[in-house]
């Protein structure tokens, strides 16, 4: 039987999301989110998640249209700016949020896909982010202990993958998702192009199809920018 | 004359060497970008994960899958490399990048740095600075001397929740170029007809001024 992990899309991807489920996010800002899974998601209509994912999106795309629906518990991310849905509901309770330093996050979802417990960074020590946590010394500098994500679901954007699960990403949209893709106990990879086993170039892969656990091809892709910014 | 925002960031870039690998923050450090001579070879590393960050594209050519750490649309370079963000960090903080320049709210004088939070207002998050400032091999800060309402941003201890610890090197401000050393501030140059004593009048934290103090030169 070969190895087959694609399916018809973000309806069948997103099959067994639950309320009350640690979900991973990829994306930096707007860029390379997965927006067919996120659509998805406002329709099922899941609530009660934990989204681990850098940045909240805007009011009206991203993250932020979950937010928006109340869908989500408590977000995990490093900066949250760009939001007044999410600043009114930070600030009225209804929304729990931890603050992560973008390195310590990016590592913490790395160290589950490397298959270890913890990690030792030096962000963050001696500031608020240290409280309640062990610092060790090595080397004469000390280091804050974290820990690997839990993630039930990881959900990435990728630009191509196979049916196999192999990923290549493009350009900055590549940020946490291959991080991401590794850390999730069930990954679901969208991709803009589809492609048969033996199409990428295997130096050429980021992420290895073992990681993966579905694959669909993604439609209509906005692609908005945040910030629109030119050569004068 | 006070240092504009230009003349700071033209000041600090005379801190940049040649083959240096720099991470540049969001604001005045932005700036430094533009005032590096031409010639001069240096990497700017976006730490959403791509080194040699290009100028903003022409009008027509913006790239939604390509952004630096500010979201805003960039451009690369002949010899520019993306990477995953855990990567990006790796090589903050593994000391493979030369030089962080960022903002503040606050420095101490033994080099403390506070510049992500205000309490009782909104809190956005610290991104990647918590990660920069503790392990960057070199920090220059780049803030005006005094806040809006007069009150000294070099003290001695911070009053802001702290982003990182005895961590900055450098700081030019609007008035004056510091180093930071042995828990004071020492005084280097001051800016064109700022007087020494307008400097100690505006720093609160411990200064130390020894003999002459030159003007800037941009």
Known sequence: MPIYKVVKNAE?????????????????GLCGIPEN???QLVKNG????????????????GLGLLLQNRQI??????????????ERQMLSGELEVELVPQGTLATRCMAAGYGMPVIYTPAGVGTEVAEGKEVRNFNGKDYLMEYAFDADYAIVKAWKGDTMGNLVFRATARNFNPLMAMAGKITIAEVEELVEPGELDPNMIHTPGIYVHRIFKGENYEKRIEQRTVRQ | MALDKNGIAKRIAREVADGM????????????????????????????????????????????????AGKQTITTLPGSVFFDSAMSFGMIRARKVDLTILGAMEVSENGDIANWKIPGKMVKGMGGAMDLVASAKNIIVAMQHCDKAGNSKLMPACGLPLTGVKCVKKIVTDLAVLEVR???????????????EEIISKTSGKLIINGEIPEVSI
Request: net charge negative; charged share 20%; glycine share 14%.
């Open chain 1, 37 to 39: 899974s996120i659509a």
């Open chain 1, 73 to 86: 518990k408590k977000m995990i991310s490093s900066y949250v700016g760009e939001n007044a849905e999410f």
């Open chain 1, 46 to 61: 899941v609530k009660n998640l934990t989204c681990i994912s850098n940045n909240a999106g805007v009011d009206d795309f």
């Open chain 1, 12 to 28: 069948e991807a997103c099959l067994g999301i639950s309320d009350g489920m640690t979900l991973m996010i990829g994306g930096f």
């Open chain 2, 21 to 68: 690998y720099v991470n540049l923050g969001i604001g005045i450090p932005t700036l430094v970008a533009n005032f590096i001579p031409e010639g001069m070879d240096v990497v700017l590393q976006s730490e959403n994960g791509l080194l040699g960050m290009g100028p903003f594209p022409i009008e027509g050519e913006e790239d939604a899958d390509l952004i630096n």
């Open chain 2, 182 to 196: 042995d828990g004071a501030f020492h005084l280097l140059e001051r800016a064109p007809g700022v007087s020494v």
